[in-house]
């Protein structure tokens, strides 16, 4: 068999193992077979790509897969669970980049590609590499961005302007419009002006989206990443690479639309960065001078005990104070108590999809007692004690019954419906979309003030 033959048959055997762990990592019990899936699809992607014979000099290879593979390591090492969001967030920062460089690459060596010569590209590879370089500028500086939101150095809130769509629009439709000049004429002053202002648009896409909607971010950047590497697959008539980018981009983009349907919130608005951003002037509800209700881990433990069902509902605070394990040990004791225990998540409960599971499964939680929205929504009303450890905008009632309010509309944890809502928080202060939460002032809440892990250890202990 050719050389030829046998590296497409490795890389169809690759591409199977992504598609094995994108399958894996649908669900939490098989998202371990999933993991190891793709890393032996990466591993045979890697190894075949190595030896292949159009690879002529290692050292450069050999060099970035050292300080790549280094880099990476003390970073799994070092990262902790609530970071992960935002560490998501710069690793596409680095898809889109490379996917500029290798584009750029291109453009100005086109005989190291055998797309052409210089001042003669191949019309078809002009189209690809401007694809990929707009798509990863994008996807570059809006993950920059993104990132800054989640680790806290620019405001989580939208950030508008009069006339912000209708620039996008304006961008977007001279964005198509360099391409085609740019594929017709191979301009260099094209080329790199469409990379800046690529730059400039991923920027505005993403400024202006809320807190809240964040984990939809997350995803939608995670499928133009997938975008931007299939484009410059096409570059580099590299068949793995397409397939591989194409899996991200469309993945990405099915949980992108799921969760945007999950959140009511409009598809378009998101890919156009729209949404959030049109009720980010809105103030919340007037709340006046209410008070609330503070009550100690004793007293929490002893309604709890007194209660035949409970569900909790976590959220980012239990991430940041990393309460799983405290959280696992006070369902096991309540449940020797004859007491119902069950888990609620919210789609977007954390920052990113899928955060409270990770953490809900690292702790050893049963799969069998988690369950999602739309499946525990109803129970709610059913509930003795509502347990709600650091989560805060999933279950704020103002995306029910204040049109003003940034995050309306969209589908939250019903948790005001129980008898008891027993409220895990450090102060008083407003979620990540700035948008304060009636709740705390609700007759039926307890605040309990203090570390969300603390707190959990406590009313273990009262228990």
Not at 74 to 84: E, G
Not at 159 to 171: C, D, R
Not at 187 to 213: C, E, K, N, R
Not at 299 to 306: E, G, P, R, S, W
């Amino acid at each position: 068999m050719h050389a030829e033959s046998l590296t497409m048959l490795a890389y169809v055997v690759a591409g199977i193992c992504f598609i094995l762990a994108l399958k894996g990592l649908s669900s939490p019990e098989t998202a371990r077979m999933g993991n190891i899936y793709g890393i032996a699809g990466m591993a045979i992607a890697i190894l075949t790509t190595l030896a292949s014979p159009v690879v002529v000099n290692y050292i450069w290879i050999i060099l970035g897969i050292v300080i790549g593979g280094a880099a990476g390591a003390v970073i799994a090492r070092k990262i902790k669970m609530t970071a992960l969001p935002q560490l998501v967030a710069a690793f596409h920062s680095l898809v889109g980049l490379a996917a500029v460089f290798v584009a750029t690459a291109a453009f100005l060596a086109p005989e190291s590609y055998g797309i052409g010569t210089a001042g003669h590209i191949h019309t078809g590879s002009l189209v690809e590499m401007s694809l990929g370089t707009v798509v990863g500028a994008i996807t570059f500086s809006g993950s920059i961005i993104a990132f800054a939101k989640l680790q806290g150095l620019i405001s989580g809130k939208p950030v508008s302007f009069p006339g912000q769509h209708f620039l996008n629009l304006g961008l977007g439709i001279l964005m198509v419009v360099l391409i085609v000049a740019f594929a017709a004429t191979e301009s260099h002053t094209l080329f790199f002006t469409m990379l800046a202002l690529s730059f400039v648009l991923g920027f505005l896409l993403i400024i202006p989206i809320g807190g809240a909607d964040m984990p939809v971010v997350i995803s939608m950047l995670n499928s133009y990443s997938g975008w931007a590497a299939c484009g410059i697959g096409f570059t580099l008539a590299n068949s793995l690479l397409i397939i591989t980018g194409a899996l991200v981009g469309s993945s990405g983009a099915i949980l992108s639309y799921i969760m945007c349907k999950g959140m009511n919130r409009s598809f378009f608005n998101v890919i156009l960065g729209g949404f959030g951003g049109d009720a980010a002037v809105a103030s919340g509800p007037d709340l006046g001078d209410r008070t609330v209700k503070s009550g100690s881990a004793d007293d929490a433990a002893f309604i709890m005990k007194n209660a035949s069902k409970v569900i909790i509902v976590p959220g980012y605070g239990m991430a940041v104070a990393q309460a799983q394990h405290a959280l696992r040990e006070m369902a096991d004791t309540l449940k020797k108590e004859g007491v119902s225990v069950s888990y609620a998540i919210h789609p977007v409960a954390g920052r990113m999809p899928g955060h409270m599971n990770v953490l809900l499964a690292e702790a050893n939680v049963p799969y069998d007692e988690v369950f999602e929205l739309e499946e525990i929504n109803l129970e709610f009303s059913t509930a003795d004690v509502v347990y709600v450890i650091g989560a805060n905008d999933v279950t704020n009632p103002s995306a029910k019954n204040d049109p003003s309010s940034p995050i309306y509309g969209m589908p939250i944890l019903d948790v005001e419906k129980a008898k008891t809502v027993l409220f895990v928080k450090r102060s008083m202060a407003s979620g990540y979309a700035g948008v304060e939460n009636p709740l705390f002032y609700a007759d039926n809440t307890m605040m309990l003030f203090g570390d969300a892990k603390k707190m959990t250890e406590e009313i273990v202990q009262a228990l």
